[in-house]
């Protein structure tokens, strides 16, 4: 008979299937049906840099990929960096990839070449590595600096793709889109210290009252 603690954890692990699974199955979708209906002029939506139809490139880009090569090179990274920041909270997938795609998206927007189009799923990558790898800085907890050296160990040579080595790789993509990880991690250590200090604050406030109503009773 199953455990209430253990129904909980395969409830929460299908929330993290379902989430995952269902933005690599939407990714997959957009390149077959460009592929098969657009002949891959899906991809001029992308982001051009300094141009105003290039700007909704940043909410589509993630969204777009040169190829299936292309997309099967983003899944496996996408999953797992993805469900190790599911393990932590749900809703940290959300903001993260918020933060990196729209961080990422400006920062190419602003500083990549006049005649590029920018497209892929690696910036926002690249920020839930940015921000797996520094939230044990932030939040100098045990889990989560343990986690980031996981993640430093495994994945730390993903850290060369935020420099120009290679020719037609978005490398601004990845250097934004790891800075606006960072940021996110940031904000989440920030909202928890937040939380930590209201309660501390809270427990600290009934502690003197308790104490002087027992003083007054003796």
């Not at 409830?11 to 077959?32: N, P, S, T």
């Not at 490398?171 to 934004?176: A, I, P, R, T, Y």
Request: glycine fraction near 16%.
């Amino acid at each position: 008979m199953s455990t209430p603690q253990g129904k909980s954890i395969t409830r929460e692990l299908k929330v993290h299937a379902a989430l995952l699974g269902g933005f690599i199955a939407l990714l997959w979708a957009i390149e077959i049906v460009d592929f098969v209906v657009f002949h891959g002029s899906l991809d001029r939506l992308g982001i051009r840099p300094r141009t105003v139809p290039g700007l909704v490139g940043i909410a589509l880009a993630p969204l777009l990929h040169g190829g299936f090569a292309h997309l099967i090179a983003n899944t496996v990274p996408f999953l797992a960096l993805g469900w190790l920041i599911l393990l932590r909270k749900t809703s940290d997938l959300f903001l993260v990839t918020f933060v990196a795609a729209l961080v990422g998206g400006l920062g190419v927007w602003l500083t990549g070449s006049a005649t590029s189009v920018h497209i892929g799923a690696s910036g926002v990558i690249f920020g839930y590595f940015g921000f797996l790898l520094l939230r044990g800085w932030f939040e100098r907890s045990a889990l989560s600096i343990a986690l980031s050296a996981v993640v430093g160990l495994l994945y730390g040579g993903m850290i060369w793709g935020v420099l120009p080595t290679r020719l037609g790789i978005s490398w601004e993509g990845h250097l934004f889109g790891f800075l606006g990880g960072v940021l996110a991690a940031r904000l989440v250590a920030g909202r928890l210290r937040g939380r930590a200090e209201a309660s501390r604050a809270l427990s600290g406030d009934r502690t003197p009252r308790g104490a002087l109503a027992g003083r007054r009773a003796r």
